[in-house]
């Protein structure tokens, strides 16, 4: 079954078309990466399947459950590590861990036992007293990272999860990246085009709302008759798919 | 009860914040101890204790406001409202969750405030526990005006208005530092169309045991109260949906 099935998904405000008919699927368990320029629709359209927005027109389903008429199902399968990091910045690490534990209604024992295995798994230990508002831009996406994965989402959606962040804080985030992969299917969005190539099984490319191409790297790189994902984005967003 | 942990964690940062010792404690008790200070140097009676402290609770309480609209203007802008919008938290718990942690805070604030006054003078009596009790719809009514401004307002613009000019139109449209009626005309209409100077009557008249003196102005109380806090609900079911 797919993760996530769009039909024709679309999303105007006013007059603008932020998504213009998004018709994708994505498979369980892959890591699926939306590439686009500034407004192509990409937070646009994961705001919409993480039921922040209603769609104007169009429906997706999440293993089968509408965004529409199902919100509160989908919203049991989701987790988003939104593009501000998003965390409480008066509590602690550990505070912010407990707040979606408790939201999830986690018993102490499962809320303990959850801390200490994301803990482990984002290398969160040696921040994990000290308050988040006072942590480096990396420390807090590891922390976003940990607080979406708390309730054990089937699907995760990752808007711009290394923006901002230097080179050496970027590549430990892409290694926390891809020791995810196969326990959900994620969903990222990016600018970052050696990014999405590192991580993804598939990529979509978005311009002005509309989905123009979604394929493999080394698809879209023969497809555009580049050499690099980077020369490809460019082809195919400047001279669209031939 | 999923509103619980939301809750605790908005009393952890409201109290965190160092803003919230500074204004919701130290200046109302500043003032306490300023206005005794000129009342005991001025002929007039101006600023008598057993006014003068029931009065500066509602003052204190005007900065209730300036936290609930605070933390929903942050949590907005960071996104974490967005994170939690996604999770099974009801409309209900978010309300919930940024009102009532809140309120024990305001009623420890008046507590302060009382205890204060009674170092100055006021008389130790039940009432002040039953000026506590009316407190408690003062205290809803500022909180939900905060909901309403954080709904609406970024965090920068709630720091002006609510920090300053609602603060301002506390102090001076309540009758706490004169008499509204040595200015009398259009400026005491408009005050008394307004909650705060009706808040203040309401705790003195507590205060003084007067409790036939509660009427009419614990209608004023309640009514605002009410109608702010249905107002704030529904800019706040607005921008969630707008999320």
Known sequence: MDAVRTE???????????VDRLSLSIRQGELFSLLGLNGAGKTTTIKMLSCLTAPTRGDAFLHGKSIRT?????????????????????????????????????????????????????GLDSVLLKKAGKLSGGWQRRLSIAMALISEPQILFLDEPTLGLDVLARSELWEIIRSLKGKATIILTTHYMEEAEALSDRIGIMKDGR??????????????????????????????VK | MRALPFAKRVAREILRDPGTLVFGLGFPLVLIFLLTAIQANI????????????????????????????????????????RLYTTPLTAGDFILGYTLPIVPIALAQCAVCYAAGILLGLNISVNILYALLFSIPVSVF????????????????????????????????????????????????????????HAVDLVCAVIAGN????????????????????AAVLLFLRQMKKQ
């Open chain 1, 8 to 18: 024709a998904l679309t999303k105007t405000y006013k007059d603008v078309v932020a």
């Open chain 1, 70 to 122: 199902d919100t509160a199902a989908v919203k049991k399968l989701i987790a988003v590590s939104p593009q501000e990091t998003a965390v409480a910045p008066g509590l602690s690490v550990r505070e912010n861990l407990e707040l979606i534990c408790g939201v999830y209604g986690f018993s102490r024992e499962k809320q303990d036992a959850k801390i200490a295995e994301l803990t482990a798994l984002l």
């Open chain 1, 211 to 240: 989905l123009l191409i979604c394929d493999t790297v080394d698809a879209l790189k023969k497809t555009a008759g580049a050499e690099s994902i980077e020369q490809a984005f460019v082809t195919i967003v400047t001279e669209g």
């Open chain 2, 43 to 82: 002929p007039v009676s101006l600023f008598e204790i057993p006014d003068l402290a029931p009065g500066i609770t509602i003052f204190g309480l005007s900065f209730m406001t300036l936290f609930s609209a605070s933390i929903i203007a942050k949590d907005r802008e960071s996104s974490l409202l967005a």
């Open chain 2, 142 to 197: 500022f909180i939900a005006l905060g909901l309403l401004c954080g709904s609406i307002f970024t965090d920068k613009q709630v720091g002006g208005i609510c920090g300053a000019l609602l603060t301002n139109l506390a102090g001076w449209l309540s009758g706490i530092w004169f008499d509204l009626s040595l200015v009398g005309g259009l400026f005491q209409q408009i005050a008394y169309l307004l909650p705060f100077v």
């Open chain 2, 211 to 230: 409790f036939a003196g509660i009427f009419p102005h614990i209608w004023w109380v309640l009514g605002y109260a009410a109608v702010t806090l249905v």
